[in-house]
């Protein structure tokens, strides 16, 4: 019992000497640690590598080309003076694609991609920072939770320790003392479950920080609402959530583009200027031309492709649409819940302050036999479980305002 008793004073003790952490730094600790963020950077960086591919596709290219052959003479030719049996050239080539089906198209397109996957990382961040409220707040709850049930056993002790006294003197019951101590081992079981919560806690913040959990500041007066409603569901149209799912539209009309590309024809444009070379145009230096393809016939592969493309960008239209919903409606619940919240505050508020004062006239009416010893047990328990829910729940409402907060796309 004394271990038990010793642990839980050395966490809260460890907890006062740590530095205070503030949500701000927490966010920024998990911003530089986890690894969904920096994949997030990865992603951005390899569709900016696909863009610059594309944008190659339209390029001219230049290369060197050069060849040898060698040729086995024939017996009919005889000894002509215009028969070569060794035949080269080495010249410099320049092909300038002029008409690529689609291959505009599909520039904009990855252009399009690189600023989807810099929404998808924006978003990325904001639903860390709403996991990293969570954990701090939580965390919190689990400090303040296991302080409170500290209380409670310290309480419960002292009123063990003066019915020993009155017990030993005559003055109170034997059974009195047995229910004082039967709820001493009730603290410290209560005690044990808070310390096993804040372990849980402390690991959950410290996965996302990766910082050793430390004490959290007081909070303070919960902050009021400073919009209405309507004004916190127009600024849900700005989230980067919201703006990926949008984009994802205009990535899919993209592709419908690309896709028509496979009707049109290819038209590019080859010159070449000799170094060096054999045979009868061995004095001309340079030559160019053109070169077309025309698709007539594809398999149906693709008209396909095009209806493909069309279903994808439906596809991407209804999931905007659904993710455009439900953040509206989580934005009205939260907002609800918080309204709902800051006033059972006000009415645990008071009744955490009855409950204290209860219990403080029932331990004094107990000194004169007016109450009995079961009436301040249960006033203690009343009064640090009205303490504990008041706790919880105005911590809760910095939790659910900062909630809110992020629901509008508002970092720290």
């Known amino acids: 019992m004394k271990y038990r008793l010793t642990l839980s004073l050395f966490l809260m003790s460890s907890m006062a000497s740590a530095a205070p ?68 050239s080495a010249a410099l080539r320049l092909t300038q694609p002029i008409i690529r089906g689609g291959s505009i198209s599909a520039y904009q397109m990855a252009k399009e991609n690189v600023l989807l996957a810099k929404f998808q990382k924006e978003a990325s961040e904001l639903n860390l920072y709403q996991l990293v409220i969570n954990s701090y707040y939580n965390l919190h709850i689990a400090q303040v939770d296991v302080q409170n049930l500290q209380e409670f056993l310290k309480l419960t002790k002292d009123r063990v320790r003066e019915l020993r006294e009155r017990t030993a003197i005559g003055r109170s019951r034997k059974g009195e003392l047995v229910e004082a101590e039967a709820q001493e081992k009730s603290a410290e079981s209560q005690l044990q479950a808070g310390l096993i919560s804040l372990k849980q806690a402390e690991a959950t913040f410290e996965f996302y920080t990766r910082m050793s959990p430390g004490e959290i500041p007081s909070l303070g007066n919960v902050p009021k609402l400073q919009m209405s409603s309507q004004e916190y569901l127009n600024k849900v149209k700005t989230r980067p959530d919201i703006m990926a799912v949008n984009q994802q539209v205009r990535v899919a009309d993209r592709q419908i583009e690309v896709s028509r590309g496979g009707h049109f024809p290819s038209l590019d444009l080859t010159s070449n200027y000799y170094f060096d070379r054999t045979g009868v145009l061995a004095s001309s230096e340079w030559d160019v031309g053109l070169a077309v393809v025309v698709p007539l016939y594809q398999g149906g592969g693709v008209s396909a492709a095009v209806r493909e493309a069309v279903e994808s960008k439906r596809i991407a239209e209804l999931t905007s649409s659904e993710t455009t919903r439900a953040a509206e409606r989580d934005m009205m619940i939260s907002y609800q819940n918080l309204s709902q919240l800051m006033v059972q505050l006000e009415a645990v508020k008071g009744a955490y302050s009855k409950a204290e004062e209860a219990y403080k006239l029932n331990k004094r009416d107990y000194q004169y036999g007016l109450v009995t010893n079961l009436d301040v047990l249960q006033s203690l328990n009343y009064f640090i479980e009205s303490k504990r829910t008041y706790n919880t729940l105005s911590i809760m409402a910095h939790m659910n305002y900062k909630n809110l907060e992020a629901l509008t796309g508002v970092l720290p």
Not at 71 to 87: E, M, V
């Open 21 to 88: 952490m503030t949500l701000k730094d927490s966010f920024e600790a998990a911003r530089k640690n986890m690894e969904t963020l920096k994949r997030a950077d990865a992603t951005v960086a390899r569709n900016e590598e696909t863009e610059n591919r594309a944008k190659a596709t339209i390029l001219p290219n230049i290369s060197g080309v050069g060849s040898y052959t060698r040729i086995d003479p024939p017996t009919a030719a005889g000894n002509s003076p215009f028969l070569l049996t060794k035949q080269y």
